[in-house]
């Protein structure tokens, strides 16, 4: 608007830039608030009408219609600065309920349980989500700790459902059942009730006894990556491939327990197809097993940061699908 005023002061009526002082109403609205706009507005035409004077063009048409133009713009600018400021509430409003949603349905898991260390990292694929169909969960029962990762076949709220009712049927079972398998058959029972067609959940179940080894039971899941204190890794592959969760057992192989050797100093790494199938510009997928140098870091967050910021670099784009990591550190001492 200075520039404006300097340049019709100086080059005269004859330029015509008198119609462009709006251009300060009109960027108004885009910051700021209601009371900024106001101002603003109010300048701008407090300006118009000054230079109309000086011009004498208050009583020519086109004066006329250059104050109804920037009059016209400014209180638009206003009502489009009011609308701006209630979608920022609506928006902080519905951010808050998302973190609360993601307080109960991806809650932080322990970060201790005895010799054992935990981790966990979680990427949405949406910029503004906080949670998706990537699951995970962690507790501590009486035989020992029980955690499941797994990934919705969905996308969507409707995903986010479901994803809701595994993880609350395995809080329920991982404490009341005996063995994995029957915390399986109640994540089987439970989904029954609520998927509708042919979804399904794929997921990985473990349950680590301290100097007993790492039990899994694997539903059509990416294999967990062991990771030894030298930096050898090799994928947790059961004997045979079975059916996700939320398909009829009867149509296809059940999985099997299958044990895993688990001691001081190894790492188990859980994760999503999030990771396991990230591809680079040249289509090239996520060398994880390459991947063991990361995990030497003596924090497992620190160690769960930096594989998350390489992943981010191969990929080169925003993430297309959800990626969570549950990183199980048996700790030395």
Do not use: C, W
């Not at 949405?124 to 955690?147: C, F, H, K, N, Q």
């Not at 301290?210 to 030894?228: C, K, S, V």
């Amino acid at each position: 608007m200075g520039i404006v005023v300097l340049v019709d002061v100086v080059a005269g009526p004859s330029i015509g830039f008198l119609p462009m002082m709006a251009l300060g109403p009109a960027f108004a609205g885009l910051i700021g608030n209601v009371r900024r706009s106001v101002v603003i507005g109010a300048l701008a035409l407090g300006l118009s009408l000054m230079l109309s004077i000086f011009n004498s063009q208050v009583d020519d048409r086109r004066g006329y219609t250059t104050l109804i133009s920037v009059a016209g713009v400014a209180v638009a600018g206003v009502a489009a600065t009011a609308m701006r400021k209630r979608r920022e509430a609506e928006l902080a409003s519905v951010r808050s309920i998302a973190e609360t949603a993601q307080r109960v349905l991806l809650r932080p898991v322990p970060r201790n349980a005895g010799q054992l260390r935990a981790a966990v990292s979680y990427t949405s694929a949406m910029a503004e989500a906080r949670i998706g169909g990537d699951l995970y969960e962690m507790v501590t029962a009486p035989t020992g700790v029980r955690l499941i990762v797994g990934d919705v076949q969905s996308k969507g709220l409707e995903a986010v459902e479901t994803a809701a009712v595994v993880v609350g049927a395995f809080r329920e079972a991982a404490y009341d059942e005996g063995d994995l398998m029957a915390v399986g058959q109640r994540l089987e029972r439970a989904l029954a009730r609520h998927l509708l067609g042919e979804k399904f959940v794929t997921a990985v179940l473990a349950e680590v006894r301290e100097r007993d080894g790492a039990t899994l039971l694997n539903f059509g899941h990416p294999a967990p990556l062991l990771i030894r204190p030298d930096g050898s890794v090799h994928y947790a592959e059961p004997p045979d491939r079975a059916l996700p969760l939320g398909l009829d057992l009867e149509d296809g192989p059940a999985p099997q327990p299958h044990r895993v050797p688990f001691v001081p100093g190894d790492q188990l790494l859980f994760y999503t197809d999030g990771v396991s199938e990230a591809r680079d510009p040249a289509n090239r997928f996520y060398p994880l097993e390459e991947r063991g140098d990361l995990f030497k870091d003596p924090d497992p967050d620190a160690a769960l940061a930096g594989v998350r910021l390489d992943l981010t670099e191969h990929i080169g784009t925003p993430p297309h699908d959800d990626a969570a990591m549950l990183l199980l550190r048996y700790r030395d001492e």
